[in-house]
C-alpha cells in the first residue's frame, strides 16, 4: 500500500523544486530590463514569494508552461512600483499608461517597462490563439493600469473611500491580467473558447486577493505612505469579514467551470488557498 505522507511530501518537493525553476527565468529576466528591478525592491523573497504561488496554483505545469504567468506578474510588480513609488506627478502616471497601452498595440518600446511589455506580447502572440483574444488580453492590461493610475489620485488627494469602492477598483491587483495572459499562453480549448466568462471568475478572486495583499502589507503600506484598505476607517474584522463573503462567492463562481476544465477551475481555488495560507490570513 502506497504511503500517503511520503507520496504527499514528494508532491511538495516537486512544486517546491518547479518554484525554483520558476525563479531562475525570473532573475535572468530582471537582468534584462536595466533599473525595472533595483535589489532593494526585489529581493530574492519577491521572486521566492511570486513563483511559488504561481507553481502551487498549478502544480502539474511545467516551468515553460508557467514562464508567461510568472514574467506577467513580475511585470505587474515592476509597474506598481514605478507608478507607487517613482511617479510623482499625474502627467507621469498617465504617460506610462499611453506607453505601455501603445506597446501593446504594437508600437515600438522606448523603456524597460514598455521593453518587458513588449517581451511579453510578443511571446503570447507564438500562440496562435493569441489573434483572436489579443482584445481581452489588451482590455484587461487596460483594466489594470486604469486601477493602477486611479489608486495614484486616491492617495495623492486623500480621497475618502469606501470599503466597497476601494474593491471596485481590485483591478490594479493585476492578478486577473495575470490569468488571461496565463490562460492565453497554456489554456485547453474549453478555457480558450469561454476567457471572456473566467476573466469575470478571474475577477472575483482578484477582490478577494486585493484585499488579502492589504491585509499581509499594512504596516509596509503604511511606512511608504501607499492605499490600504485598513486605513480606509474599516477594522480588521469588517475586512476579514469581506473576505470570507469573497471566498464563497468566489467559490460559487468556479464550481460550474470545473466541468468544462477542471485544471482551470482547480487554478482558481488554489490562488486563493496558497495565498492566505502563505500569508497566514485566512477569510
Keep these: 500500500m502506497a504511503d500517503d505522507g511520503l507520496d504527499e511530501a514528494f508532491e511538495l518537493g516537486r512544486t517546491c523544486a518547479l518554484a525554483a525553476e520558476c525563479g531562475r527565468d525570473l532573475r535572468r529576466c530582471a537582468q534584462m530590463y536595466g533599473g525595472l528591478f533595483p535589489a532593494a525592491a526585489f529581493g530574492a523573497e519577491s521572486y521566492a514569494a511570486l513563483t511559488l504561488s504561481t507553481a502551487f496554483s498549478a502544480p502539474w505545469a511545467s516551468a515553460e508552461r508557467l514562464k508567461v504567468a510568472n514574467r506577467a506578474a513580475l511585470w505587474v510588480l515592476a509597474v506598481d512600483r514605478l507608478v507607487d513609488h517613482t511617479a510623482t506627478t499625474r502627467e507621469q502616471v498617465d504617460r506610462l499608461i499611453r506607453e505601455c497601452l501603445s506597446v501593446a498595440d504594437g508600437a ?18 507564438t500562440v496562435k490563439e493569441f489573434g483572436e483574444l489579443r482584445w481581452i488580453w489588451r482590455d484587461q492590461l487596460a483594466e489594470t493600469l ?23 477598483n481590485a483591478d490594479s491587483r493585476g492578478s486577473c491580467f495575470v490569468d488571461v495572459s496565463h490562460w492565453i499562453y497554456t489554456a485547453d480549448d474549453w478555457a480558450r473558447t469561454h476567457l471572456e466568462d473566467l ?36 477594522s480588521r474584522a469588517e475586512v476579514t469579514e469581506a473576505m470570507a463573503a469573497l471566498a464563497r462567492q468566489a467559490a ?3 464550481e460550474p ?20 495560507g502563505f500569508v497566514g490570513i485566512s477569510g
Design 108 to 125: 515600438v518600446p522606448r523603456t524597460a517597462a514598455t521593453r518587458f511589455l513588449a517581451d511579453l506580447r510578443d511571446e503570447l502572440d
Design 146 to 168: 486604469t486601477g493602477m493610475g486611479r489608486a495614484w489620485v486616491w492617495r495623492d488627494t486623500r480621497a475618502v473611500l469606501t470599503l466597497e469602492r476601494f474593491l471596485d
Design 199 to 234: 476573466r469575470a471568475v478571474s475577477r472575483q478572486v482578484q477582490r478577494y486577493l486585493h484585499l488579502l495583499g492589504d491585509m499581509a502589507s499594512y504596516r509596509r503600506d503604511m511606512s511608504w505612505g501607499d492605499l490600504n484598505v485598513l486605513a480606509l476607517g474599516v
Design 252 to 254: 460559487g463562481l468556479i
Design 257 to 276: 467551470v470545473r466541468a468544462g476544465s477542471p485544471r482551470t477551475a482547480a487554478y482558481l481555488r488554489r490562488q486563493i488557498g496558497f495565498n492566505a
